[in-house]
């Protein structure tokens, strides 16, 4: 899977922000252990503020990175979330995570 998106992305069939989203999905599967009555969200990808560090050069190439899950079952609630940014370096030749967290709460 993941040398085939490569490859896409590389092609220009995927486009920067697709690209951040499947990167945190994978991340995100990397880390979850999937279980009966989890409800995960697919994952997004806004582009960086300015404030945040991005905006100018980096407009389209660098984004704020969501996944989630929930489990609400009888008397049980958890969140399992992974969250990061992307930036997209095609002069360098490179896709950096930055800030990256995953965490289970509840």
């Known amino acids: 899977f993941l040398t085939e998106t490569l490859l896409a992305f590389e092609d220009g069939e995927i486009s ?10 994978a991340l995100f599967e990397k880390n979850f252990e ?4 989890w409800e995960v969200d697919a994952g ?3 582009d960086l503020e300015e404030d945040e560090g991005g905006g100018g050069d980096l407009e389209g190439r660098a984004f704020v990175v969501k996944r989630q899950a929930r489990l609400d079952w009888n008397d049980l609630y958890s969140v399992a979330a992974a969250k990061g940014s992307i930036i997209v370096c095609p002069d360098e030749n ?6 990256y967290s995953y ?4």
Request: glycine content about 8%.
């Open 103 to 106: 965490f289970v709460a509840g």
């Open 94 to 99: 490179e896709i950096r995570v930055e800030n």
């Open 34 to 37: 999937n279980g009966d009555h």
């Open 44 to 46: 997004t990808a806004r």
């Open 16 to 25: 920067n922000q697709e690209m951040a989203v499947l990167l945190i999905e």
